[in-house]
């Protein structure tokens, strides 16, 4: 294996699920794609962004307190790359890529029309790390479309690769190896030993 003193950029985790942030402040809709986000908690649900603070939707977050996290199918990456490679300071991403949304149902963010999924944050810690600000959201309610998830797995979720590059998932690779598959092999090499 490789050794890397110092990594600078790296993505060696990747590839991972794209997030779209979005924000709703004083009637101002703004998108913004992140590779950078995580699930934090089942009880509370909690979810994590991170977040430059040089971007747009950095400030509407931290003036409005809320934000939307949604998923997107791999046949929709050119939106990622829309949220990602424009500004909100620029232009108005909402209107100026026709993307249509409603308005959270528990609290007010963007809910994309097209997501698979998409979760309603309320900000209820924010801290700064390294470059970004990491935001976490209790989520208060979450939507979505239940024909994209079979079984509780999602098929052909938009994954980001890194360096401007998606791919997406393939569920004929899918396989179950969790406690009941690790039990048995344990009792197994018990047994023989």
Not at 6 to 29: D, M, S
Request: with cysteine; glycine share 8%.
């Amino acid at each position: 294996m490789r050794f890397v003193e110092k990594p600078g950029k790296y993505y060696y985790h990747y590839p991972f699920p794209v997030a779209i942030v979005g924000v709703l402040y004083n009637q101002r809709v703004n998108f913004m794609s992140a590779a950078w986000h995580t699930q934090i908690s089942f009880d509370p649900p909690l979810y994590g962004v991170a977040i430059s603070p040089k971007r747009f939707t950095n400030n509407l977050i931290e003036k409005a307190g809320t934000f939307s996290v949604s998923f997107l199918k791999y046949d929709d990456y050119k939106f990622s790359g829309f949220f990602g490679r424009t500004s909100g300071k620029d232009l108005e991403k909402d209107k100026f890529f026709g993307i249509k949304y409603t308005v959270g149902k528990k609290i007010e963010v963007p809910v994309i029309d097209f997501a698979v999924s998409c979760y309603e944050c309320k900000v209820i810690d924010s801290k700064v790390y390294g470059d970004h600000i990491l935001y976490v959201g209790e989520i208060l309610a979450l939507h979505y479309n239940e024909e994209f998830y079979h079984d509780g797995i999602s098929d052909k979720l938009l994954m980001y690769a890194g360096n401007d590059m998606y791919v997406t998932t393939d569920k004929n690779s899918l396989v179950k190896f969790g406690k009941e598959e690790v039990d048995e092999i344990v009792r197994t090499k018990i047994k023989q030993k």
